[in-house]
Structure formats: structure tokens, C-alpha cells
């Protein structure tokens, strides 16, 4: 009786970290930008009003059993629903910052991938909301797992493949609207 007692204690706390992977409980990632703070304006250099370039960002250090990360940037404030301005995956576990550079930057055949963004475009797609105040969020995701999608899978593969492998996320959100 007491060796079920375990076994069934066993079976619980392997079920609750396997959830975890993408409840309430993943970890913690901090995610900062040197262009703006959490809630502020973001620069009009990295809207449609500049260069309309990916601003840079930084994140804390991801958990051990990482296998890739993925940086995801969205308007939900869009007019006709979530705008995705861009989504990356497979990034090294190591990496710990993804500058403006970098976006522009990668290589055709790396493991590093990008999806369609709601342009229909690879890459990021400039920060140009058509009116008003939108809020822009920048996710970052600590995976289990290197996501087999080829680069130009849509946004909503990418987030379908991330289900059941959340190890850790955070996010900085950034405001912009047309002068």
C-alpha cells in the first residue's frame, strides 16, 4: 500500500512538471530593451516613421534543459485582430539577445528560422499601427525542443509547435502611436 502511495506520488510530480511545460507554471524569463522600458514609448527609429527596424532586446538566462528559444512581437491591438510582426525559432539556448542586426541577418540554411509575419513577409515587419495607441508585445520563450517547421511556416504553426514544450517566458511590451 505505502509502495503505491509512492508510485502514485511519483506519477503526480511527473505529470506536474510535464504540464508545466505550458501552464501557469513555466519559469520566468525577464526580457528588456535598451530602446525603451516595460510600458514605454517605443523610439520612433524603429517604427515606419524611421528605420523601421526591430528594436533590440535582451532576456534573462533560460533554464538548463533548454533546447532553442523563440522571440515572438505582436499587436494585439490591431484593427483586424493580432498583428504578428515577427517570429523567430531555434535560437541557440545560449543566445541571450537578439539586436537589430540579428534580424536582419540570418542566414539562409541556419537552424535560426523566421515565420511569415501578418505582411506575408519573412522577417519583421515594421511597427506602423494605421491609427491610435497600440501596445507591442516582444515574448521570448524558453523550448525543450528545436521545432521542425520549415522557415515561412505561419505564426500559428510556429505557436501550435511550442504547445507542450514551454520551459520559461517573459515578455516586454512597448507602446507607439503616429505623431
Not at 506519477?11 to 513555466?26: C, E, Q
Not at 515572438?72 to 491591438?77: A, G, H, R
Amino acid at each position: 500500500m505505502r509502495t503505491l502511495g509512492l508510485i502514485g506520488a511519483a506519477l503526480l510530480a511527473t505529470t506536474a512538471v510535464a504540464g508545466a511545460a505550458d501552464s501557469g507554471g513555466a519559469a520566468t524569463l525577464k526580457v528588456t530593451s535598451s530602446a525603451f522600458d516595460d510600458g514605454g514609448r517605443i523610439p520612433a527609429e524603429y517604427t515606419c516613421e524611421g528605420k523601421g527596424v526591430a528594436p533590440p532586446i535582451s532576456w534573462t538566462a533560460v533554464p538548463p534543459a533548454t533546447k532553442s528559444i523563440a522571440v515572438l512581437v505582436e499587436d494585439p491591438d490591431a484593427p483586424n485582430g493580432t498583428f504578428e510582426h515577427f517570429v523567430a525559432f531555434n535560437l541557440p539556448p545560449e543566445r541571450k539577445s537578439l539586436p537589430t542586426e540579428a534580424v536582419k541577418s540570418i542566414a539562409p540554411g541556419s537552424a535560426l528560422k523566421t515565420a511569415r509575419n501578418s505582411s506575408g513577409t519573412i522577417g519583421f515587419a515594421p511597427i506602423c499601427p494605421p491609427s491610435g495607441r497600440h501596445h507591442y508585445k516582444f515574448e521570448v520563450v524558453a523550448l525543450d525542443a528545436m521545432l521542425d517547421l520549415p522557415p515561412g511556416s505561419d505564426a500559428q504553426s510556429v505557436r501550435a509547435a511550442m504547445q507542450g514544450h514551454v520551459l520559461a517566458r517573459g515578455e516586454l511590451v512597448g507602446v507607439f502611436g503616429k505623431r
